[in-house]
DNA sequence: CGCCGTCTTGCGTAAACCCGCAGCTTGTTG
DNA sequence: CAACAAGCTGCGGGTTTACGCAAGACGGCG
């Protein structure tokens, strides 16, 4: 059985390498890549089933690598192991587990213990394991109280990205105002207007700008999800 | 000698321990800290001179703590740590460092002899080291070529936390107009034009937003500066 | 089938935004 | 002091946003 570790921090892969070698002695190789694209490199070449991906990386991020490995080979079974349970990123990770995977998302805070027990489910029982903190997040933002519909978050990131109603509509196949009425939604679910009004006339907040920035003050979104969104709205506009 | 260490991760934190041991025998003490709050009351509490300091913690971060404790202390000596050296980061830290202030910045990627050194010309020599990526990060970012000023700086920010020009304009104390030359100025350099016209009157994009977005792509603004940002904002709002 | 909720679309309006033009106030320089 | 660059400000107008109102479209459900 062989494992590959795809993370940035020399210190932390070197923590995660040891961690392996203690939960799965059954485990006789283990290769390291630096980030995603030497990754994705490595997977392919080695074929590689069972892998720990960081997320957040300089070069190229552990979700964009995720997806074209699975891509590839939609078996392989890959636990995530980050610092943060941004909402953007639980968005992005579920956004390209493909059915029936085995896959597990585990905090780097988490105790050695748990780290072990995550490694053992995913690589040897084939089960997921999501960090409860991380479960709870996914519950809330998936589920409808509270949680964001994917048409919302669609339109969130649109105008994250500084598109026009027009240029969204254009993209999104909509008229011009359905997409106004999408927006309108979103502010309202992003609680735009409290902070907005406040009786005084002058504190008067832009509210396209203050969504976006809410939105990120809240972890909706993070770098990371907008430069996929960019690379994808980049595609968007070669396409035509 | 006493050293302070403020550091989220466990791993890097006792990396960190290590190194200073190795690198200032003369240092007996050396105390720790996983996050802004509690290095800044350590600090306070032990009077510590001598401070290593992540940026990026999730509690408070490495700016927000520097600054309070430069502020009861100015002769405190700190040097930054940090895995980025976003333009964000840069003029964060040195917004905030006192008029003839020892201090450093090294990024993680460091290698250990040059963390060494660093320790050692900041602790003991007071000289200032400051990395040399992130040296040309500073000059580039100061100086007027290609850089931002601050006004500009602050205008980006300003529509950042999504404040209509009206707002804006009673905060800074300007006229709407002045506040609209100013965005003008903002764009141009930010370059929002190219990817927005392009010929085609689709692909249009909202100045306004895109600035935001390329300013985020660009590292100019991350969440730090967001948050710190958004907390001001709230103080000059009870403020009247 | 009729009723109802959700989603989409068009029309119209008030406000906000982007910006060219031109007059003023500064600080700087020869 | 004249000249000039740089920044602030008001005016005017073309676009874009935000949103109420109301008319369809679609899918469940009794």
């Known amino acids: 059985m062989k494992v590959l570790i795809v993370e940035d921090d020399p210190l932390h892969r070197s923590y995660l390498h040891e961690a392996v070698n203690a ?7 283990v290769i390291e890549a630096e980030n995603g694209t030497v990754g994705e490199k490595l997977a392919r070449d080695h074929k590689s089933a069972h892998i720990v991906m960081d997320l957040q990386m300089a070069n190229r991020n552990g979700i964009e690598a995720a997806r074209t490995i699975w ?12 610092n943060y349970s941004d909402e953007a990123y639980v968005r992005g990770v579920s956004r390209i587990v493909p059915d029936g ?15 072990r027990l995550a490694l053992r489910s995913i690589f040897i029982e084939s089960q997921c394991v999501i960090d409860r903190e991380v479960r709870g997040l996914q519950q809330k933002s998936l589920g409808q ?14 105008i994250a990205l500084g598109l026009t109603d027009r240029a969204i509509a254009k993209r999104r196949n909509l008229s011009l105002r359905s997409v106004q009425n999408r927006l309108q939604q ?39 999800a907008l430069e996929r969104a960019e690379a994808e709205l980049q595609e968007w506009l070669d396409g035509k």
Chains 1, 2 share one sequence.
């Open 71 to 82: 891509k590839e080979r939609p078996e392989t079974r890959i636990l995530f192991w980050s």
């Open 145 to 158: 109280t509270n949680g964001f519909t994917d048409s919302e978050y669609e339109i969130l990131v649109d």
């Open 23 to 29: 939960a799965l002695p059954e485990c006789d190789t």
């Open 101 to 115: 995977a085995a896959y597990g998302y585990v905090l780097k805070s988490a105790s050695d213990e748990r780290l």
């Open 186 to 224: 979103l502010y309202d679910k992003l609680d735009v207007y409290q902070s907005a009004g406040d009786d005084h006339e002058d504190g008067r907040f832009n509210l396209r700008a203050r969504a976006v920035t809410v939105a990120f003050l809240r972890k909706l979104l993070n770098y990371s």
